[in-house]
């Protein structure tokens, strides 16, 4: 998996500013308490570099990047302290360039389409927009990304975005990450409040997840014990049925099988905003996926069961 891929799946970029060295490692590790392993800290000050060496040393499992790279120096800096990435307001041609050179991941800030062209005549597709807040947030980033979509360019939108609108980046085909300042307030980071970072970033990754009851599936041996179970429901409850192939609807989330399918009882499906984040994210939760059930629309997956049995259902995710 390629360092852009990860931070797709992560879908959380935290950008994080650090005026202590020391306090590098303990934000990382307030970080992946809440569940993200994907960090951005900034050139901002002079402690970034020491606070990337550490992170890199202390924190193997994370993914740290450099942020607000302004030249070639300091990206050939930041590389050296262990940054496996870097990111950049604008776009600098000298610091692109070196980092193709280098053969290090590199998202420069592009808000216009000819920032964008410049970027895809270096074969660059994954793009800051910065800031969000200023260039339209999400609509600007739709907007943008309408003519140039079948190049394939996706964006981080960093700036304006927090807890409260998060979810309305986080579904978008445009949309590779979404970076901030949110996830790790400088002042708790001065503050050492280090579970109120955890506790923030937790409450991200569960918006980014989006995690839902869509509907109950019940286990019938036939389509004529379907047919008498939605009709039952139907008289006690007026629970309007749909009629399908493989089983019955009884209302819009109790799905009568015409079969026996997985599980012993059934199944329950669970919607998410993204199929391979919430396997990013599931696994680290000792929460595996069962591939050989995965279904796909085209290339996207949009349906996967989980390998366990919960109270005697299994369990499927759906794209939303």
Known sequence: MSVLERI?????VPVVVINDAGDGEATAKALLKGG????????????????????????PEMLVGAGTVLS????????????????????????????????IPITPGCVTPTEIEKALSFGLKILKFFPADVYGGVNGCKALYGPY?????????????????????????????????????????????????????????????????????????????????????????????????NSNFS????????????????????????IPRAIHYLKPRGVDVNMDTAKYKGEKMIAVYLKEEYAGFAVHLLEK
């Not at 569960?206 to 179970?229: P, V």
């Not at 209302?251 to 993204?274: D, R």
């Open 36 to 59: 993200l392993d994907v960090m951005e800290i900034t050139m901002r000050t002079t402690a970034g570099l020491d606070a990337i060496r550490k992170v890199r040393q202390n924190c």
């Open 251 to 274: 209302g819009p989330s109790l799905e009568i099988t015409n079969a026996m399918g997985l599980g012993q009882h059934g199944h329950i499906a669970v919607k998410t905003n993204s």
């Open 149 to 245: 979509q079948s190049e394939g360019i996706k964006f981080i939108p960093t700036g304006g975005v927090d807890l409260s609108n998060l979810s309305d980046f986080v579904s978008r085909p445009f949309i590779h990450a979404v970076g901030g300042g949110f996830l790790c307030k400088t002042e708790d980071i001065a503050a050492h409040n280090f579970d109120t970072i955890a506790d923030t970033t937790q409450k991200a990754v569960e918006i980014l997840l989006g995690f839902q009851f869509e509907h109950l599936g019940i286990n019938q041996d036939s389509g004529e014990e379907s047919m008498k179970a939605v009709g039952l429901f139907e008289k006690a409850f007026g629970f309007q049925p749909k009629y399908g192939v």
């Open 8 to 12: 797709g799946l992560a879908g959380l």
């Open 72 to 103: 070639v120096n300091k990206a050939k800096e930041a590389v050296d302290a262990g940054a496996q990435f870097i990111v950049a307001p604008g776009f600098n041609p000298e610091v692109v360039v070196w980092c193709i050179d280098h053969e």
